[in-house]
């Protein structure tokens, strides 16, 4: 990438992305560079597929549930073009590493929403809870439980009593109690490997 | 390591020579450090291991050659390291059976060689070298005692030149003196664990035996004697050459169902003697039996009567009558206000009762029974956790038993890679180095008043009606149990919306076995988890025994651990149920013992104090400190840990947030500072770091809580003059006095009264108040409070006013009604409120007008009415009001026709030199009447006079002799009389 069109994306990126100042910017474009011309790829790829995305994530911050990370990819994916441009990983970043509690709320709620529509359905949680009890031999059901979990979640956070999570449900129901932010998988890095990760990407900011 | 090898390890032949090393638990333990040390230092200091020593190390090894595999020439007898120093030489040589090895390197590949013979090889390495620093650095760097210089010439050297050896040494000898301080500081720890006997301890036992020994079916003895009634003067009753055996004294013990005992009870413990001999004085001394800790240990052993009996004591005194609590409560009052290392106002009306049971039961019991108590409550409350008692149908009992255990096993090691094998065995450790710890109790509960120890109290079985709170919290129960992080946190919030503040929900989560789920999950690196737990434990701490089943349960080390976590919030909530749970002494000192003392006042390390209007940052900030001063608060009132927040450079760090104007913080911080004014070092701090002036500042907040503690804290501190004048230059004594007037609250009340009790005690504090303030009046009408410490407070503090203000005479009769309120308060049944009374009376007898006055109150049969006690404070004060009181009309011929003579006399007895002091004035006074002369004298005064005769207090003396020469007179006259 030439100088130059380093310095005008770091320039649109430094307002768009606004937790990150110009030097942290540049750290995360060179970063994507790396990565995206990583061993094997192609030199004119203009971002990250799902697999670079996922593999990345992965490793940098432990993250492991497929779907969620799938759901990620989609999140960040702003023009659903099933690629993340340079743009789409500054941007996804600044809400992921340091973004305020509003941001995170309505991050964390398309995470959730599967199929996008606006709402987390009783379905929805199932799928992504399916795996989140130990089986039971003893149950004639083995789904019974992720049912009954599903029933008192929504007893808790369907303020509406609609059977499903609209987003004033899921945000009245995070202001209240903020370990619900991530109710349904981690979709966010924890203190300690984003620390590890600001630290290890940022390192050179102030020789910059 | 050569100071803790010269000092701490444990030679067999004293002095210097080649002796050897015992194989005692502590040279075991030694050996080890130091083997761990090496082995880890060719891979910790890879440079410094490579360094050659000055001088091999030598000695006589007991491996073979054929051990020696890579890396190593073997030649018959031979084996050379295959590593040369820079002469050629091999770094590790061994003929015959001399080993010589010469850098770190070696050292750890010998060891990892060694195997099993580790401990040997290097038992014969430091027996062969005394000071192993000399051979390899060099005799420069011997171990000296006392001044040792040897860094400060190296320091200087390695300055002057840069020879990259010097340097190389210089870390070879900081790393070698870091193990030396290690070894020094665990060998202490070995040392101080030793719990030896002593005269006072044993005499201590033989007199709580005594009170339950007898002929009587209950007892538990016939009777326990010593065989000598001599006492030498260090205690012991052994004759002083088996004294030089460690003895102490010997029994003689009938129990009901065996023949009689012989015991000696030395320093190591007690056993059987071989009994009196026969036809003679003497005693064989023999040791017959095994040693025992201490008389009740034997005594279970030997006699199954004393065994049985014991347990039906421990069950009469929770029946004691009510007079004996009221006593008991007084003593209470008494030794917080004479200690002054309690707060006043702990004791509710509520929990009083409560607190007279159980202190009442450990007054009288064993510290063993102690043990033995909350060893049955720990099994019970771990049985019954694990045991769901509540289940009708048995299939599901079992389902859900099972469930619990596999799936907090799984989840744990989901959650942790390097697993823990078992959820059980987790927990054992933890419980097991509590029963080890639990007998050093004896050793700190000297220092600590005990009314502040909570005990766990029984709950009755609940009715068998479960509340409905019951089945909800069973179901989040096994989604807690049996789901991974995300359902276990969706669980934990739900959880929070049961009313937790609730009993029912709290022993409902403890029955239920999450209490042991909540702290397994304390556990993990799962942060969220981490927190919903820890929400859920700070709220449910505030129940008895959940803070014992959590300290039981090993919650204190995790949350101590957590305390280092770099999320706020989760260090917050660990504070904070730290703060909650510490509140009885094990628990206090589980945190001081895992380093959690220096971490929370960490915590109070923010960087921002003192703005009014906070950054949000700032505001994180105050929030920690608030956690930490909060977990502090509670510690505080270990004396232990008092001196542990001190050396973790808590002092400074409270100092400064006592500058800042936010209540939630001042309260624990002022709390915590007014806790440990019981030691001098704090008032010290507290008032050459300029504390006092906040403390000042702070007694006009609008907040009651923390104007009690303030004025609690000036209470303690103004013992010293200097914090006195403070006081009164910061303006203190007008917001004191204002809250005299104002304030509603008993325990503010009994805390001001206290401050201005102390600040009284100077002068100019005095005119101050009198002149002004009109706090002598304020203080007189607190005397009609009908709480008992602020009567004692108010008391207390007119002493001092009386004493240091001009007209003292004149002020007192100023007050209508006054003389008459005083002197009824004698008819008070708590003792505090007697002496302090009996204080004021002393200084008000001092005039005469005003003597006058109280006699026609009766104040002379009232003094005469509490002669018979028991307490020495109040013995101290009556004995001084009584001897003030003689000095008007015949008040000398009342006293005596009131009996308060004869009691006196028995004051003599005590073993507390003031009581003697004023006892012997007040005699000297009341045998100024003839018929007290014959009194005293059929009560054996003269003895008992004649020996404080001998007294080095003078006025002791002076009243003693005056006494018997009183009695002398009144001989003469009447032989006279006789025979003239």
């Known amino acids: 990438m030439s100088r130059k069109r380093l310095q005008q994306l770091v320039e649109a990126l430094g307002r768009s992305a606004r937790h990150f100042n110009k030097g942290e910017v540049e750290c995360l474009v060179r970063l994507f560079d790396a990565l995206v011309a990583g061993p094997g790829a192609r030199p004119a790829a203009v971002g990250f597929d799902r697999s670079t995305f996922r593999d990345t994530l992965h490793g940098a911050f432990g993250m492991t549930d497929d779907m969620i990370l799938d759901r990620v990819f989609r999140t960040f994916d702003r023009d659903n073009d099933s690629c993340i441009s340079v743009v789409e990983w500054v941007e996804g970043l600044s809400v992921f590493l340091r973004g305020t509690l509003e941001e995170r709320i309505k991050y964390c709620f398309e995470v959730y929403d599967l199929n996008g529509d606006g709402y987390i359905s009783r379905e929805e949680m199932f799928q992504m809870l399916k795996n989140s009890l130990l089986k039971q031999p003893s149950e004639e059901d083995p789904d019974e439980g992720i049912k009954d979990l599903i029933d008192i979640v929504l007893k808790k956070m369907d303020y509406d009593h609609d059977g499903k999570l609209s987003f004033m449900d899921f945000e009245k129901a995070v202001r209240d109690e903020y370990l619900l932010l991530e109710a349904f998988g981690p979709c966010l890095p924890d203190i300690k490997s984003s620390m590890a990760f600001e630290q290890k990407t940022f390192r050179d900011v102030r020789k910059l | ?980």
């Open chain 2, 1 to 980: 390591m050569g100071a803790a090898l010269a000092r701490a390890a444990q030679w067999t032949a004293a002095g210097s020579g080649p002796g050897t090393l015992e194989i005692t638990p502590l040279n075991e333990s030694l050996l080890n450090q130091i083997i761990k040390f090496a082995e880890g230092f060719s891979t910790r200091h890879p440079q410094e291991a490579a360094f050659v020593f000055r001088e091999p190390l030598e000695w006589k090894t007991q491996l073979n050659c054929s051990v020696f595999g890579e890396g190593y020439d073997v030649n018959g007898a031979t084996v050379q390291s295959e590593a040369k120093g820079k002469d050629g030489q091999p770094l590790l040589l061994l003929t015959a059976s001399t080993l010589r090895v010469q850098s770190f390197d070696q050292l750890c590949c010998l060891l990892q060689i060694a195997m099993e013979k580790k401990l040997k090889e290097a038992q014969a390495c430091l027996e062969a070298n005394r000071d192993p620093i000399v051979k390899i650095l060099g005799p420069e760097y011997g171990t000296v005692e006392g001044e040792d210089m040897s860094m400060l010439h190296l320091l200087d050297k390695v300055k002057k030149d840069d020879d990259p050896e010097t340097e190389v040494k210089m870390k070879i000898f900081l790393l070698l003196r870091q193990l030396d301080l290690q070894l020094l500081n665990s060998s202490l720890k070995h040392i101080s664990q030793d719990v030896r006997l002593n005269p006072a301890a044993i005499d201590n036992e033989v007199n709580l035996l005594k009170n339950f020994s007898g002929k009587g079916e209950g007892t538990v003895l016939e009777s326990l004697e010593y065989t000598s009634d001599y006492m030498f003067s260090n205690g012991c009753r052994a004759p002083p050459w088996r004294q030089v055996h460690g003895e102490i004294c010997y029994l003689v013990i009938k129990p009901h169902d065996t023949d009689p005992l012989y015991i000696t009870c030395s320093t190591a413990g007690v056993f059987l003697n071989g009994g009196q001999l026969k036809g003679k004085d003497d005693i064989d001394y023999e040791r017959k039996s095994d040693v025992y800790k201490d008389i009740v240990t034997f005594l279970r052993e030997r006699s199954p009567r004393f065994l049985e009996n014991m347990a039906k004591q421990e069950y009469r005194f929770f029946k004691e009558p009510t007079h004996e609590n009221n006593y008991q409560r007084m003593e209470i009052v008494e030794s917080k206000v004479s200690g002054q290392s309690q707060d006043l106002y702990n004791i509710t009306e509520k929990n009083v009762c409560e607190k007279m049971k159980s202190s009442a039961a450990r007054r009288r019991s064993m510290d063993k029974k102690k043990l033995e108590m909350s060893m049955k409550w720990r099994s019970m409350g771990l049985a019954a956790s694990h045991r769901p008692k509540y289940f009708s149908d048995k299939a599901t009992k079992k389902d859900i038993e099972e469930e619990g255990r596999s799936s907090t096993v799984s989840l744990k090691t989901k959650k942790k890679a390097s697993g823990i094998s078992s959820g059980s065995v987790k927990i054992q450790p933890a419980s097991r180095c509590k029963t080890s710890g639990r007998f050093e109790d004896t050793s700190e509960s000297s220092s600590e008043p005990e009314e502040d120890e909570e005990q766990p109290v029984h709950h009755q079985e609940r009715s068998t009606d479960l509340p409905s709170e019951y089945w909800g919290i069973q179901k989040l129960a096994k989604y807690l149990k049996g789901g991974n992080p995300t359902a276990t946190v969706i669980a934990l919030c739900l959880m929070r919306d049961f009313n937790l503040a609730q009993e029912t929900c709290q022993l409902a989560i403890k029955d239920l076995g999450c209490l042991e789920v909540l702290i397994n999950l304390l556990d993990t690196e799962e942060i969220k988890c981490q927190i919903g737990s820890l929400k859920i434990l700070k709220e449910i701490s505030q129940n008895i025994l959940i803070r014992h089943a959590i300290a039981d349960l090993g919650g204190l080390q995790i949350m101590v651990k957590i305390l280092d976590s770099p999320d706020k919030d989760l260090k917050c909530l660990a504070a904070e149920t730290i703060a909650n749970v510490a509140r009885f002494k094990l628990a206090r000192r589980t945190v001081r013992q895992h380093g959690g003392i220096k971490r929370l006042v960490g915590l109070l390390e923010g960087i921002s104090v003192g703005s009014t209007s906070p950054t949000p940052y700032q505001a994180n900030d105050t929030e920690i400190a608030r956690c930490g001063a909060l977990a502090l608060w509670s510690c505080s009132k270990s004396t232990k840990n008092k001196e542990a927040i001190r050396k973790a450079g808590g002092i400074p760090l409270l100092a400064r947030w006592l500058k800042c104007s936010h209540a939630s913080i001042l309260t624990p911080v002022v709390g915590t500072l007014q806790e440990c004014a019981s030691e001098p070092s704090y008032r010290l701090a507290i008032r050459t770091e300029g504390m006092i002036e906040n403390l000042v500042k702070n007694l006009s907040s609008e907040h009651e809580e923390l104007q009690m503690h303030c004025a609690s804290a000036i209470f303690k501190c103004a013992e010293d003059k200097e914090t006195r004048d403070l006081v009164r230059q910061h303006g203190g004594l007008q917001p004191l006095s204002v809250l005299l007037g104002n304030s509603e609250n008993k325990q503010l009340l009994a805390a001001v009264t206290g401050a201005i009790w102390k600040c009284a005690i100077s002068g100019e504090n005095v005119s101050k108040i009198i002149d002004r303030l009109d706090g002598v009046r304020l203080l007189w009408s607190l005397l009609k409070n009908p709480n008992p410490d602020v009567q004692a407070s108010a008391a207390w503090a007119i002493c001092p006013c009386i004493e240091n203000a001009k007209d003292a005479g004149e002020m007192v009769r100023s007050f209508v009604g006054g003389l008459e309120l005083i002197v009824n308060l004698l008819k008070s049944n708590n003792k505090e409120v007697l002496a302090s009374v009996c204080a004021a009376i002393t200084n008000i007898a001092k005039d005469e007008e005003n003597l006058a006055v109280i006699t026609d109150h009766g104040v002379v049969p009232l003094l005469s009415k509490l002669a018979n006690t028991n307490n020495d404070k109040l013995r101290r004060h009556l004995a001084e009001a009584i001897s003030h009181c003689c000095k008007w009309g015949s008040n000398r011929v009342t006293f005596g026709e009131t009996k308060a003579v004869a009691p006196l006399v028995r004051y003599l007895k005590s073993n507390d030199p003031s009581v003697h002091r004023a006892t012997a004035q007040a005699l000297y006074e009341l045998s100024e009447d003839p018929n007290n002369c014959i009194t005293m004298h059929e009560n054996g005064v003269v003895k008992l006079l004649l020996a404080m005769v001998g007294s080095t207090d003078e006025t002791l003396q002076e009243a003693a002799a005056g006494c018997i020469a009183n009695i002398r007179r009144l001989a003469l006259a009447t032989e006279k009389a006789k025979y003239g």
